[in-house]
């Protein structure tokens, strides 16, 4: 498989449209973005693993005024894998209400599916540290 141009594009907005159905609060509509059955994993926070669009949704609500008021996602590079899988990195910035910010880096799995691509597997990595340390 090679990526075109547009594929990169779709891709590219796929990702950034978590961080608006996010701040919006239109969690239903996660299957836009995501594989029901996605693996979303925040144990790099503490949580658990997340598995499918109704347990992202339903965090998401639990969370509550905890929530970022606006996900910003920025830096994202995709490489081809096989069967038809992207690998796709990515920074996030999140800014809270209180004016403090947080940044993560994504690491997805992002594959084609009948209704277009989709995230089936999303790390997300807190950045505590500058340099990587």
Request: with cysteine.
């Amino acid at each position: 498989m090679t990526l075109t141009c547009e594929d990169r594009c779709i891709i590219t907005e796929l990702i950034a449209m978590h961080g608006h159905l996010c701040d919006s609060g239109e969690l239903d509509r996660f299957d836009e973005v995501f594989t029901t059955d996605v693996i979303y994993d925040v144990t790099d926070f503490g949580h658990e693993v997340l598995r499918g669009v109704a347990a992202c949704a339903e965090a998401g609500r639990a969370l509550g005024e905890l929530n970022p008021v606006g996900h910003h996602v920025t830096n994202t590079v995709l490489s081809e894998q096989a069967y038809g899988r992207v690998h796709a990195r990515s920074k996030g910035i999140g800014v809270y209400a209180d004016g403090t910010t947080g940044s993560v880096t994504y690491e997805d799995t992002i594959v084609r599916m009948d209704q277009g691509w989709r995230i089936s597997h999303r790390k997300v990595l807190a950045r505590r540290v500058p340099l990587g340390g």
